[in-house]
Every structure is written in structure tokens, then in C-alpha cells.
């Protein structure tokens, strides 16, 4: 049986009653930490400590306020509440910011903080002093309110099919139906749905350009890039590093995808795909669903994460008592799915729009996955210990995604089934990667380029997703629609360059996977040593302690794509997948 996990909060320094009403309630507390003396290794030590609980507060509020305006766009008072926090409390968190920060480095105390995570922490600080300017906190303001707004244009979204009224997630899920006509109708349904924001989304895309172009400018940068760079602490690998990784994914994997998609042809008995058979399943074959409702996919999940690691389902359970999770799909919901980190009370919120199908189990996996590495973390001294670089955070979930294949029997009830969904589970491994390189290619070029127009943005990404796309898929008659197709990619709106990181991430949990293949036991605890760093080592250093490389070279991705088809033929010879 599951247990809760004790999640003590205990405040020291931020009144234990606070509520944030208005800046006035949290000035007294900056002050206090811009009058403190950092003369000694102790004075030092207690700032830090006070800092990191009252950035901890801030940040768990800002959270509830964002988890409860994704849950419910249509609430206004909820999207005010949010709004209040970017207008009002975020404009003047980063002044103070930059003050504390260069406190910190003209402290006599701080060359004895001499341990790796410091080190690491106060890299983090150099670059954000380095990135700030006053001139940016109201344009960086209305980057948050923009980058809000883009979910409420989606989550508006929805289809009418059959007489009945469907969002886009669950319109999705017609979209395996072996009735082709049915098939079509709906996606055709879909793609003018968004076709109808369309002229909408370009144009928010191009304030947030602009926007962010002139933050980088202004912050003494070439462009947006390098300067987004430096604000996601991306120092272990280069912008080259990216484009070399695109070339690498579309030699071996764009094939490899095209590959997937003939025998899809094949089984369908299609001479040709077009889009809206991609997902589809053959006359006779219905689509897997692992769960009937939110409720049953929480309790089955709690099941699998205990049998991988009783702490695991723990921390599923722990969140399950403490209703943080929103699963299902709904109008009026925003897109997408999310775990969000609540730095000061240690249990995170899962967010997602499941509509019963096998991605939404995947997409479970995933934000388990992250949960995990939440809770593995909780404890770490400060909250920028906490606070993960993409990288390693999505070595956690897509691993998890991987790993918990062996729990395919708590969902599926026959062997078939479950060796179905694993065989599936490994080809959409696989699959996402040229996705991926498409929106990081993509974004490249936007802020490569800040003064493209509408037209110039539709044609790149019309030959970017020719570079990168199966040939097998046809989309003949269907150009029209090709270049809105990045618009439901939230992260190019919100998380701006947070995407090549699955990328890399995708290849490490490979290895993790392969790892556990080999011997479950030891690179489940390598796996755990390596989350439990949280942002107290390098990228590599914890890749290197969960037993993988952090590596995304053409020999690297060679050597697990040899694994993964070793994986794919041992299934096709237990029998037909498919």
C-alpha cells in the first residue's frame, strides 16, 4: 500500500500566514536581505537560506495562480489573478533580483563557498547579472501576458462532430478510427478550426518576436538566441551543437521514420499516407485505451510507479490525497500537458488533456516521470538546487516513459495488447525526434532572422517541415494547412527554445532504457542518484551519474538506434505487432 510522503512546512523567515495581496507585503522582506551583513561563511550561509525560502513562496504562488488559470480558462477571475502577479509582483521581483545577486557576489564570505552546487549556483548568478536590465522588466511583462494568451486562443478550440461538441484532444482520438472517411472528416474539421486563429496566432508570435528581439538588444546581445541561451543556462553545449544535431536526426532517424510509416501504408493497404491516416488503425483493430477515466488512469498509474519503485508510487499517491492532478480534457481547458514544481511544499501539480488513448498514458509516464524527480529533490538546501535544467529534467520523464513499459499489464489485458502498446511506445521514442529538430530548426531561424514577415515565417517553415517530414506522408492539395502546423506547439509561445532539449534528453533516456534492460535493479539506483542531484552538478556530471552519456553525436545516436531495432525485431518475432 502506498504511503504519504511527509512534506513538513516549516517557514523561518517569510511569515507563515502570508498571502500576496500586494508588493508591499514582500518588500519588507527584500529589504531585510539587502540590509543583511555577508562578512562571514555563516552570515552567508543564513542569507542564502532566507533567500531561497522566500523565492520558494514566491514561485509556489505564482504557480497556483497559473495551475488554476490553465485549469479553467474561461474563469476571469483566475486569468486576473494571474495577470495581477505579471503586472503587478513579477515587474518588481527583478530589480531586487539584480540587487541581491551583485550582494552576493561583493560578499568578503563568498570565495569560502568553494563545493560544486555553489559553484554551479553562482554561475547562474554571473549570467543573470549579465542579462538583466531595467529598461527589459516591462517588456518581459508583456512577453508573460502574451505568452498567457496564447492558451486561452487554444483551449477556445473545439470541433463539432456527429452532433456532438469536441476539443481538439479528444477530436484527436477519431483520428485512429479505421473509417477513413471518418478519418478525414475530422481532421479536415480540425485544421479549419485552427485555421480560423490562424491570422491570430501569427500575429501574437510576432509581438513576442518583437518583443524578445528588443530584450536581447537592448540586454547587449546579438541576437535573441545568444541571449536565450545564456538565460536557460544552456554552458555545456553550443547553438552548433543544435544544427549539427538537426543534420544528425535527419540522416538516420527522418529515414528510419519513413520506415514506420510504409508499414503503416502496408497495414492500412494504402498505396500512400496522407495526414489524417498517420494515427490510424486497420479495419478490425481498435485503438488501445488503457483507461476508461481520469481516476482509473491515476490509480493504475500509482500501481505501475509502486512496482518500479515503492517510493515512486508514493509520490503518485501523496499527489492523488492532495488533488494535484487535473487530467482530463475538457472546453475551456489549456492545451497541453505539464508537471509544475512547487518549490516550497515539495509535491507537484500534474496538468494534462487525456482523452483515454495511449498517448495520454505516455503523456502520464512523462509528467510521473518529472513528479519524481520533484519529489527526489524536495529536500535539496536551495531552491536553485531545485530549480532543473531542461535537460535533466526530461532525462527524468522520458525515461520514465520508457522504463515503466514492463507495467504495460496493469492497462492492457492481454499480452497482445501490451505488446502492441510497447511496440508503439518505442517507434513514438523514435518518431518525435524529427519533430523536434523541425521547432528547434524553426525557432533558429525566427530569432535569426526578427524581421521576417507572416509570409517569409510560412514559407521557412514549409521547408523546414519538407526537410525534416516522412516522404512516405502525402500531402498533395493539402499545402494550405502546412504552415500553420507549428501553432500548436505551445513551447514556441511560451517556453521560447525549450524544445531541442527532448531532443537530447530522448537519447538519454535511450540509454537509461537500455540500462535497465540490462539490469533493472542497478540502473533504476544509478538512475535515482543521478535525478537526486537536482541543479548541484553539471548536465554531463548528472547524465554520467544515472549511467548514461550526455552525448547527441551521429556514433552515440548510431549505437541506440541499433539498440531500439534490436527491440522492434525481437517483438516482430514473438509475433504480429500490428
Known sequence: MPQLISLPKNRRFVAADLSITAWSVLEPYFEQLAAASLSTREQLEAWLAQRSELEAVIDEDQAWRYIRMTCDTTNSAYREAYQFFIGEIFPQLAPWDDRLNRQLLASEAIDSMSDPAFSLYRRRVEAAIRLYREENVPLQAQCKELESAYGAVIGAMSITHNGQELTLPQAAQ???????????????????????????????????????????????????????????????????????????????????????????????????????????????????????????????????????????????????????????????????????????????????????????????????????????????????????????????????????????????????????????????????????????????????????????????????????????????????????????????????????????AQLGALGVWKNYHENAAQALAAYKAGLSLGHTRTIPEVYAAAGVKFDFSEAYLAELLAFVNSQLNALRLEGPVS
Open 174 to 504: 477519431l483520428l485512429k478510427s479505421a473509417d477513413r472517411n471518418e478519418r478525414q472528416q475530422v481532421w479536415q474539421a480540425m485544421v479549419n478550426r485552427r485555421a480560423q486563429d490562424q491570422d491570430k496566432l501569427d500575429d501574437l508570435l510576432s509581438q513576442l518576436i518583437a518583443l524578445r528581439h528588443q530584450i536581447a538588444t537592448q540586454a547587449g546581445f546579438a541576437s535573441y538566441t545568444q541571449y536565450r541561451f545564456l538565460e536557460l543556462g544552456r554552458f555545456d553545449y553550443t547553438e552548433a551543437d543544435c544544427l549539427q544535431f538537426h543534420d544528425t536526426i535527419g540522416r538516420l532517424v527522418v529515414p528510419l521514420k519513413a520506415r514506420f510509416d510504409a508499414d503503416r501504408a502496408q497495414e492500412l493497404g494504402l498505396d500512400q499516407l496522407r495526414p489524417w491516416d498517420v494515427k490510424a488503425e486497420a479495419v478490425g483493430k481498435s485503438p488501445l485505451k488503457p483507461f476508461a477515466d481520469e481516476a482509473e488512469l491515476i490509480e493504475r498509474s500509482i500501481g505501475a510507479f509502486a512496482n518500479i519503485d515503492p517510493y515512486f508510487g508514493d509520490c503518485l499517491y501523496s499527489m492523488q490525497q492532495m488533488r494535484h492532478f487535473d487530467l482530463s480534457s475538457r472546453k475551456g481547458k489549456a492545451p497541453g500537458g505539464y508537471n509544475y514544481p512547487l518549490l516550497e511544499s515539495g509535491a507537484p501539480f500534474i496538468f494534462m488533456n487525456a482523452a483515454g488513448s495511449m498517448e495520454d498514458l505516455e503523456t502520464m509516464m512523462h509528467e510521473g516521470g518529472h513528479a519524481v524527480h520533484s519529489f527526489l529533490t524536495k529536500d535539496l538546501s536551495l531552491s536553485a538546487y531545485k530549480s532543473l535544467p531542461s535537460e535533466t529534467a526530461e532525462l527524468a520523464s522520458m525515461s520514465m516513459e520508457l522504463i515503466s513499459m514492463d507495467q504495460y499489464p496493469l492497462f492492457f489485458a492481454t499480452e497482445a495488447e501490451q505488446k502492441r502498446a510497447r511496440y508503439e511506445q518505442i517507434q513514438r521514442a523514435v518518431s518525435v525526434l524529427p519533430w523536434i529538430a523541425t521547432i528547434d530548426a524553426f525557432q533558429h531561424w525566427l530569432y535569426a532572422n526578427p524581421q521576417h514577415t507572416v509570409a517569409e515565417r510560412r514559407a521557412q517553415w514549409q521547408r523546414l517541415f519538407s526537410r525534416f517530414a516522412s516522404p512516405v506522408v502525402d500531402w498533395s492539395s493539402l499545402e494550405q494547412y502546412l504552415p500553420m502546423q507549428w501553432q500548436g506547439q505551445l513551447h514556441i509561445f511560451e517556453v521560447p527554445f525549450y524544445y531541442i532539449e527532448y531532443g537530447f
